[in-house]
Nanobody, 114 residues
Framework: VQLQASGGGLVQPGGTLRLSCAAS????????LGWYRQAPGKQRELVAT???????NDADSVKGRFTISRDNAKNTMYLQMDSLKPEDTAVYYC?????????WGQGTQVTVSS
């Protein structure tokens, strides 16, 4: 299973970005998917997850600003990020989980700065 994250970049505070994570995996629709992030000097933290049934779970720090979604027909997951703040600056990783198996993408840098 390979995960390819894209869409990161430099954006001003209050701006928007949309991250994508393309997966090369069979039975993509059955996987729980998630976005995580790691800021410099900090531990990796959960941003949001989405189950195979579409149930989402968002970190309190991004509630109301970020939206996770998936398109099973395209084997792709998205993270729509609105009202970005400087503290959202981090490397964002996508992940896929099925039972005891987990897979991680390579990460994409998001920098929020004026």
């Amino acid at each position: 299973v390979q995960l390819q994250a894209s869409g990161g970049g430099l954006v001003q505070p209050g701006g928007t970005l949309r991250l994508s994570c393309a997966a090369s995996a069979s039975f993509f629709s059955g996987w729980t998917l998630g976005w995580y992030r790691q800021a410099p000097g900090k531990q990796r933290e959960l941003v949001a997850t989405i189950t195979s049934g579409g149930t989402t779970n968002d970190a309190d720090s991004v509630k109301g600003r970020f939206t996770i979604s998936r398109d099973n027909a395209k084997n792709t997951m998205y993270l729509q990020m609105d009202s970005l703040k400087p503290e959202d600056t981090a490397v964002y990783y996508c992940a896929a989980f099925l039972g005891t198996r987990s897979y991680w993408g390579q990460g994409t840098q998001v920098t929020v700065s004026s």
